[in-house]
Structure formats: structure tokens, C-alpha cells
């Protein structure tokens, strides 16, 4: 038996291999996205991304009507677009065996809220596991295929940040040598849920609840750990490693199924302790489960419902315990989130700063367009919402305001729930401008490939979305493509599409720096001539991290290992002083 490191997603995406899927579908987002990216070295499974965590599920339901096991995998606010299908999948159950993979993320390291989808397991009624290091993910990964062709049901598999993107000790299994071969199967009465046929399903999974209830009082995925029988502790996921570190005397209930809970279980549990811990991150998911069963726990009174548990923070919010103080002896400076240097979404965030837009933004790098020196965006939601946002607020709006409405969205979010909305301006008649950030890739999630980058995930050449044409094919009548390098003319246009008293769509079109095969001839960096150099600081209001200013010499001063040559900052500049090098 091989014993590697990997990390959650890593043993998840192996665990998915030697489960036997055939099919696995994502859109990428933190903490989920390697999951998809790893799978796709098993050359048995069929991996791709979607445009977005619908249209993965109900690819994932296809193939499991087909007979073949299928993951779908998507961060934990992907799973409200998805929940459509989901929920009504729930009634359907499954042929193949279903995993859907939501990996929440407590502290909001890379999201916009902290939503805690454990609940979305007992709203859809269905089955989740939830590991506690690498391995399990990988054991728990098998173990929902098994109870999703056993139960007849999806099964939810949730991580958080913590075990996504955490390694461990892994020991490695082996796919099955035979695998069904997956054929058509005509079931109507089960598939297709007209009200007559949905109403009886409701009944099964009822009973499938039930069902699952008490066989999980008999897994050795829900285990307890016996200690000095002193206190107990129930407990889940990576949870589970803080309580061992912070109470390794206690008596602990392990819940490897979260959902539905193991209720007799509990209660044997329960009922040889006078002083009980419901330790969890998030909502008290467990504890009000328990509480509704008539046992007195310490919880969420005591422990936050906001962020990540540590030790640190179990040791002060239960007993007092101060943390010990951190060692500050080498203060990093301050690293705030920016753009990258060349970044082509940069100067259009200038120039709408200029232009006095009120902008509606979107979930993306661009999203980075909030942050000063910039400080150009003026809401976020959530993916797509941006367009929607603009069209409402033109709604209710002075003539005058109405002008100012500018949303702003990235190719593949527009992909991914954009469009709907542009679609509603047009048929509204709406009065905002929408700007596309066409960079041809997924950039804030690490670069993933889209419909508008002309590769799939497994980097093989596919068609691209031609944006100018969907937009029109949608009704829109002005549609500019745009050089965004050019502040100059992107600041006219901006102005006049802003001033136009229809739905204009303005796109721009340069791919991001970091995409290698986008930027096979690379530009010369600049230098700064501090003859001409007036210490204005006019190039310091793009934010670029490849100009600093030297306060001394009260000089700009451009670093020419990170300077990709846009000359964007040159264009800033009144006095010449931006120059090529070698010039």
C-alpha cells in the first residue's frame, strides 16, 4: 500500500478514481477548484469545467441517469445556483451513483459571505459527509458513492478551507478493475417529476431519511473515541482535530454524516455526561439538531458563529484560556490584494473613476477595482448580479443618474449568470451600460479555462464564444470592442456609451498577463527619467505594484522585474517621463 501527502482536494479528486466515476464536472471557485484540476491526470474519468454549477450538476445527472458515477464539484455559494436541480434530484434519486462536492469557506478566505451548507443538506433532504483530514476525504469520497447507489439518493460530500487545501498522510487504493457499462434506461415514473409522479417520490425520501438515520447509528463513520469520561464532545470535520488538541481527554462523538444525523446514537451518548460540548464552525447545525431532541449541550453560547474554530479560539471562548501572544518580532509588511502589473482591467477602472460612474461590479479579479488607489466599484453580490443591479437601479433613477449606472463583469462570469441579465436590459429597455473584462480566462480562481478561451480543461483547442456576436444575438445594437490599454480611448468611449439612452455593451478584449500562451511577445519594461519626473504622483492613481515613489527624492520609480510594459502609467504621466527601456 503507497502512503503519500495530499492535500483535501487532492485525495478527494483520488478517491474519486478509484471509486470508478467516468464523469467529472466543475465551474471553479476557492477552496473547491484542484479538485477538478487533479482529477484530470485519471484519464478514465471524463473531466470538464461548465459554464457554471447548474449546468455541472445537471451534466453530472445526465451521467448518473446513464448509469456511470459522477462528481460535481463547486465552492459553497455555487451550490445556490445549483440548488434547482439539486433539489429536485433529491425526489428523482440516482442510477449511477451522484457526489456533489460543496467546500465551504469559514472565515471568508476567498468568498463573499460564510454560508454554511450543511443546512443545504436537510433543506434538499439529502445525505452529507463531512472528513477530517486527507484521508478521509478520500475514504468518505468512495463512501458516498456507495450510500448515493445504496440509498437511491445524491449524496453531499462537504470540505472547508482548512481541509481542502491541508495535506496529510494518504494511503492509496485501486480503481475497480470492472465497471458497469453505462446504457440507456427508460424510468418515467421516477425521473420525471410531473406532480403525480413527484408526490410519490416525496414519500421515499421521507423514509429514506429515516432510513439513513438509523443506519448511520451503526457506521464506524460515526464514532466515539473514549477518554476520561469526564465530558463529552460531539463534534464533526476538521473540528474534530481542534477538540483533540484543545480537550485530548474527553470522551468524543465523531459524526462522519452530518446529515441526517445519527439520533439514537447521540442520545447513548448524551445520556453519560452532565457536562456536553457541541463543538462546530458556522451555525449551530448539530447543536440545535440536539437541543431539539431534549439535551442540554454548551455551544454557540459560548462559541462564535463567525469564522474558522481554532484551538487558540476554543481555549479562550470556552474556558477563559488566553492564547499565547504571537511572535511579532518580524512584522511582514502590509501586502493589501491589487491587480497584477499590466493587468488590462486596470485602466478602465481609471477611467470610469474619471468619469464619475457609479459602478455595479461582479465576482473577479476585477472585483479588485473596490480597492484605492482605484476605488472604482460600488457594489458587489454575487456572480452576474452585476448586470441585473444596473437594470434596477436605472429603474428608479433620475434621467440624469440614470447615466451614471455602469456594470461591469468579466467574460466568464458573464457566461456563467451575466447573460440573463443583459437578455432582461434589453428586453426592459434598460438605460445602463454594461462593460465586458474579456482577458480570456477564469483568472481569480487560478486561470481556468472557459468558453471564451478556446481550451477545455484538459487544454485540448475548442470553439470560442464570440462575446461581440452573443451580445448582439441578444438585441443589443451598440456593442464597442475596446483596446483597454488605451486610456484615451477608452475614456471617450466609456463617456459616450454612458451618455447613450439605451443598453450599450462595451467589451474589452486583452488577455491576462499571467496566461503564457496569450503573451508570447512580451514588451519592453519602462524606467522612469527623473530628469523629467516632476513627483506629481499622477502614475501612483493605477495602483500598479511596479511603481513605487522614493519620498526622499520625491521621484517615481518603476521596478522593471514586474513591469510588463503596458504603459498605462505612461499615459498617466504630463511630463514624458515613462520611457522604454532600451529606447
Avoid at 43 to 72: M, T, Y
Avoid at 363 to 369: A, E, F, R, S
Wanted: charged share 25%; hydrophobic share 35%; aromatic share 6%.
Amino acid at each position: 500500500m503507497k502512503k503519500v501527502l495530499l492535500s483535501g482536494n487532492e485525495a478527494i479528486a483520488r478517491g474519486t478514481y478509484e471509486a470508478g466515476a467516468l464523469v467529472a464536472c466543475a465551474y471553479p471557485g476557492t477552496p473547491s477548484t484542484e479538485i477538478l484540476e487533479n482529477i484530470t491526470q485519471y484519464k478514465e474519468i471524463d473531466a470538464s469545467w461548465a459554464p457554471n454549477e447548474k449546468v455541472a450538476l445537471e451534466v453530472g445527472i445526465g451521467a448518473c441517469f446513464g448509469g456511470a458515477r459522477a462528481l460535481v464539484t463547486m465552492k459553497h455559494v455555487g451550490v445556490n445556483v445549483a440548488a434547482d436541480p439539486l433539489f429536485t434530484l433529491a425526489y428523482t434519486g440516482v442510477r449511477g451513483g451522484l457526489v456533489l462536492v460543496t467546500a465551504d469557506d469559514p472565515e471568508l478566505h476567498s468568498s463573499q459571505n460564510e454560508q454554511d451548507n450543511r443546512n443545504f443538506a436537510k433543506f434538499a433532504k439529502v445525505p452529507m459527509l463531512e472528513p477530517a483530514d486527507s484521508q478521509e476525504a478520500l475514504e468518505y469520497t468512495k463512501l458516498a458513492f456507495e450510500i448515493s447507489e445504496k440509498f437511491d439518493t445524491p449524496v453531499m460530500l462537504r470540505s472547508t478551507t482548512r481541509i481542502s487545501h491541508s495535506k496529510s498522510a494518504v494511503v492509496l487504493g485501486k480503481r475497480p478493475s470492472e465497471i458497469p457499462q453505462p446504457k440507456l434506461e427508460r424510468n418515467p415514473a421516477k425521473l420525471v417529476m410531473l406532480p403525480g409522479n413527484a408526490r410519490k417520490r416525496h414519500l421515499i425520501v421521507e423514509q429514506r431519511t429515516l432510513d439513513l438515520e438509523e443506519w448511520g447509528c451503526s457506521q464506524p463513520f460515526n464514532t466515539i473515541e473514549k477518554g476520561d469520561g469526564k465530558i463529552g464532545v460531539i463534534t464533526s470535520g476538521v473540528s474534530y482535530q481542534y477538540v483533540k488538541e484543545t480537550l485530548p481527554d474527553a470522551d468524543v462523538l465523531k459524526l462522519g454524516m452530518v446529515y441526517p444525523l445519527p439520533k439514537q446514537l447521540i442520545r447513548d451518548f448524551a445520556a453519560k455526561y452532565d457536562t456536553l460540548y457541541v463543538i462546530e464552525e458556522l451555525d449551530p447545525f448539530i447543536e440545535e439538531q440536539v437541543r431539539a431532541m431534549g439535551i442540554e449541550v454548551i455551544g454557540k453560547d459560548k462559541l462564535s458563529i463567525c469564522g474558522e474554530l481554532t484551538p487558540g479560539r476554543i481555549k479562550f471562548q470556552l474556558f477563559g484560556e488566553e492564547a499565547p501572544a504571537e511572535d511579532t518580532s518580524e512584522e511582514l509588511p502590509p501586502r493589501p490584494p491589487n491587480m497584477c502589473p499590466g493587468c488590462p482591467h486596470r485602466g478602465v477602472f481609471y477611467e470610469l473613476k474619471k468619469a464619475k460612474a457609479f459602478v455595479t461590479g461582479d465576482i473577479g479579479c476585477y472585483t479588485l477595482g473596490f480597492m484605492p488607489p482605484l476605488s472604482a466599484m460600488d457594489t458587489c453580490i454575487c456572480m452576474g448580479a452585476s448586470v441585473g443591479m444596473a437594470t434596477g437601479m436605472t429603474k428608479v433613477l433620475s434621467e440624469e443618474e440614470q447615466r451614471k449606472v455602469v456594470a461591469v463583469i468579466g467574460d466568464s462570469t458573464f457566461l456563467h449568470t451575466g447573460v440573463n441579465g443583459l437578455m432582461d436590459m434589453v428586453y426592459n429597455k434598460s438605460k445602463a451600460t454594461l462593460i465586458i473584462l474579456d482577458n480570456r480566462i477564469t483568472a481569480m480562481t487560478g486561470r481556468q479555462e472557459n468558453p471564451t478561451s478556446g481550451y477545455q480543461l484538459n487544454e485540448m483547442e475548442a470553439p470560442r464564444v464570440d462575446m461581440e456576436q452573443l451580445c448582439r444575438a441578444v438585441g443589443v445594437k451598440h456593442v464597442t470592442i475596446l483596446d483597454p490599454y488605451d486610456l484615451e480611448m477608452t475614456g471617450k468611449v466609456i463617456r459616450a456609451e454612458m451618455a447613450r439612452p439605451e443598453v450599450s455593451v462595451i467589451i474589452t478584449t486583452k488577455p491576462c498577463m499571467l496566461v503564457p500562451r496569450d503573451n508570447q511577445n512580451p514588451r519592453p519594461p519602462l524606467f522612469v527619467d527623473h530628469d523629467k519626473c516632476t513627483g506629481c504622483r499622477a502614475c501612483l492613481q493605477i495602483g500598479c505594484p511596479a511603481i513605487t515613489f522614493d519620498v526622499e527624492n520625491k521621484k517615481a520609480i518603476v521596478d522593471k522585474i514586474i513591469c510588463t510594459g503596458c504603459k498605462v502609467c505612461q499615459q498617466t504621466c504630463g511630463f514624458d517621463a515613462f520611457q522604454e527601456c532600451g529606447e
